[in-house]
T-cell receptor
Framework: EAQVTQNPRYLITVTGKKLTVTCSQNMNHEYMSWYRQDPGLGLRQIYYSMNVEVTDKGDVPEGYKVSRKEKRNFPLILESPSPNQTSLYFC?????????????FGPGTRLTVL | GENVEQHPSTLSVQEGDSAVIKCTYSDSASNYFPWYKQELGKRPQLIIDIRSNVGEKKDQRIAVTLNKTAKHFSLHITETQPEDSAVYFCAASIVGYGGSNYKLTFGKGTLLTVNP
């Protein structure tokens, strides 16, 4: 089954404790991205990657890092989480040829930073 | 960069009525406009999309219209049902072919409630 997976689905942590949210897709998609969703603000892009070793900032990259060492994985790293990063995070992927407009979302990760 | 405005932020209708959600975009180069439905606790799901070379697209009870000149597009849901209750997001993007720098800019969402 074609899918995007994220782990963990729920995470409560404390300020300053480094964490990583994993994202993996099994569709051989080149493009992957991370969004955060906050009430009243919609979905905002954090980082995206056009392919392995190619990443770039989205609209709200401050406080986040990403890496793309393998095509299928695109982890989101919070080196020193702060309470304002409490949010719902979605990973997404899409191909860059063929149906380039079809974006697949992961199930989401609800992060709480105390 | 692109800016997408979405209205209304909340919409309540009676079952069987129609619902219309409107979005405007700022970048005239945008050529792809998807709509996503997000049920409580779930991921956004694409429900319909339209490209800038067409003015209207229908899929059963939902339709999307696009006015490129005015830079606005709308989602129309007819004969609404309680299961249509969700948050709806519009988005805009420039989509090319063969590895474009694709970026979806989302509106802030509309909470649609369909009352039985």
């Amino acid at each position: 089954e074609a899918q995007v997976t994220q782990n963990p689905r729920y995470l409560i942590t404390v300020t300053g404790k480094k964490l990583t949210v994993t994202c993996s897709q099994n569709m051989n998609h080149e493009y992957m991205s991370w969004y955060r969703q906050d009430p009243g603000l919609g979905l905002r892009q954090i980082y995206y990657s056009m392919n392995v070793e190619v990443t770039d900032k989205g609209d709200v990259p401050e406080g986040y890092k990403v890496s793309r060492k393998e095509k299928r994985n695109f982890p989101l790293i919070l080196e020193s989480p702060s309470p304002n990063q409490t949010s719902l995070y979605f990973c997404a992927s899409r191909p860059t040829s063929g149906r380039v407009d079809t974006q697949y979302f992961g199930p989401g990760t609800r992060l709480t930073v105390l | 960069g692109e800016n997408v405005e979405q209205h209304p932020s909340t919409l309540s209708v009676q079952e069987g009525d129609s619902a219309v959600i409107k979005c405007t975009y700022s970048d005239s180069a945008s050529n792809y406009f998807p709509w996503y439905k997000q049920e409580l606790g779930k991921r956004p799901q694409l429900i319909i999309d339209i490209r800038s070379n067409v003015g209207e697209k229908k899929d059963q009870r939902i339709a999307v219209t696009l006015n490129k000149t005015a830079k606005h597009f709308s989602l129309h849901i007819t004969e609404t049902q309680p299961e249509d209750s969700a948050v709806y997001f519009c988005a805009a993007s420039i989509v090319g072919y063969g590895g474009s720098n694709y970026k979806l800019t989302f509106g802030k969402g509309t909470l649609l409630t369909v009352n039985p």
